[in-house]
């Protein structure tokens, strides 16, 4: 890799990402249901039907899993804690989730990495979902009592905690295209979700607050996009693109407020009053969590629904998600997130990687793919340092191949191999690569 550890400040803090629902098992420990195992028993919805029942037995397997972060040489760990795991009915709390993550953090902090906490990755427990779920406002409620539990077992000991992560994908994703649970095509379905999820992460903050919790942020996804060429229309639907995909979270989360490209399709679909909530919404935070992917091209459709958008992928090489590698596009948001947003408050890259069609042969994964992707991107975020961004870490996502949610465990996104048949876990050459480029 084109860089090494004494590039970056001092203290950066160099780490790897995962999920609860993705990697831990979910017929373990008590979980109660959520609406991924229900969205995935529908038909067609999740490639081969498959869900997080078993994923990488991280639950029983997380000390081998830790030992490989510290024999990286990472510095911290970026988790997620399963509100179904800890209140099965979204409500209840469940000693055995929560005798869990407490061992889990002191399993952290015993091979000296640094907890990064993430409250929600995306598994509303099943019972929630079945009274709504984020298109209800009392879940924002029932998120703040999750908030209050879980904080109070392990919140003396995590180094950060992020309220919700990705709320995009939680929201339009899932309540407008439809492509993950709860898997709705409706555009009132959809503006609820959008701003609900905002609600909770304000009310997620006001709990957090009243307990005296610091370094306390929310993790949101950004999309690189531009215009697909030089005209008006294309111009048009790209500003609308940038305002749904973009602006949406954080300029709600930073200045109170709903970029009005996107109010042209959601406004008269919103919850009544909804502008009383955005004081607590926009509430101070600590830190802002980045994730980044791709690059995408953007005209207009006149023919479609509102946003009368078209999308297609940039030119560039692709990943085996089909997704353009464009690590530009990460050097350019972590400077306008700065420049615009959020000023010299610490800015950390959770979540950036690829997948791969890796194949174990004699033994050991060949992926120089993976390592030219990890070290153009830790290039992009050196330039955004040196353009005066305050970014303090870099987490790859993922530790481990893991469940990747509608496409199953068909993506590999890890940089530690996992078979899915025997659960045995093989570094791939990427990992190699990055501990030889952090090592102190």
């Known amino acids: 890799m084109d860089f090494k550890r004494a590039d970056f400040p001092e203290g950066f803090l160099f780490g790897a990402a995962t999920a609860a629902y993705q990697i831990e098992g979910h017929q373990f420990g008590g979980a109660g249901p959520t609406h991924w195992d229900t969205f995935a028993a529908g038909p067609g919805n999740v490639v081969r039907g498959e869900d997080g029942s078993l994923a990488c037995d991280h639950y029983h397997r997380y000390a081998e899993d830790l030992d490989l972060l510290k024999d990286a040489g990472m510095d911290a760990y970026r988790f997620s804690t399963s509100w179904a795991r800890v ?69 003396d000991r995590v180094q950060a905690i992020a309220t919700i992560n990705e709320p995009w994908c ?56 531009e215009p697909q060429d030089s005209s008006k229309e294309a111009a048009g639907a790209t500003a609308t693109w940038d305002a749904i995909m973009n602006r949406w979270f954080i300029e709600a989360v930073t200045k109170g407020s709903y970029p009005a490209e996107a109010m042209e399709g959601f406004a008269r679909h919103m919850p009544d009053n909804w502008e009383d909530d955005m004081p607590q919404i926009s509430q101070p935070i600590d830190f802002l969590g980045v994730n980044y992917y791709t690059r995408h091209k953007v005209t207009a459709d006149a023919e479609a629904v509102w946003p009368h958008i078209a999308s297609k992928e940039g030119p560039g090489d692709k990943t085996q998600m089909g997704w353009e590698i464009y690590p530009a596009g990460l050097q350019s948001f972590l400077t306008r997130l700065s420049r615009d947003y959020v000023g010299d408050m610490p800015i950390y890259v959770t979540e950036n990687g690829m997948a791969w069609d890796d194949i174990v042969e004699n033994g050991a994964v060949f992926d120089p793919e993976r390592t030219r992707f990890i070290s153009d991107h830790m290039q992009a975020t050196l330039a955004a340092i040196a353009a005066g961004v305050n970014v303090q870490g870099f987490f790859y996502w993922s530790l481990l191949d893991n469940y990747e949610w509608a496409f199953g465990y068909e993506k590999r996104f890890g940089m530690i191999h996992v078979d899915f048949e025997t659960l045995k876990r093989t570094p791939k050459a990427s990992y190699h690569a990055l501990k030889a480029a952090i090592a102190r």
């Open 87 to 155: 209140m099965p009915d979204g409500r209840t709390p469940n000693p055995e989730g929560l005798d869990f993550y407490d061992r889990l953090v002191d399993a952290m902090l015993e091979r000296g990495l640094k907890p990064f906490q993430t409250l929600y990755h995306w598994e509303l427990p099943a019972a929630l979902a079945d009274k709504g779920g984020w298109m209800n406002r009392d879940t924002c409620n029932y998120f703040g009592d999750f908030t209050d539990v879980i904080t109070d077992r392990i919140g």
């Open 170 to 225: 939680i929201a339009y994703l899932s309540h407008f295209l439809g492509h993950h649970a709860p898997g709705l095509q409706d555009i009132r379905a959809a503006a609820r979700a959008m701003h609900h999820i905002n609600l909770a992460h304000g009310i997620a903050m006001t709990r957090l607050r009243s307990r005296g919790m610091k370094n306390c942020g929310i993790v949101l996804n950004f999309d690189h996009t």
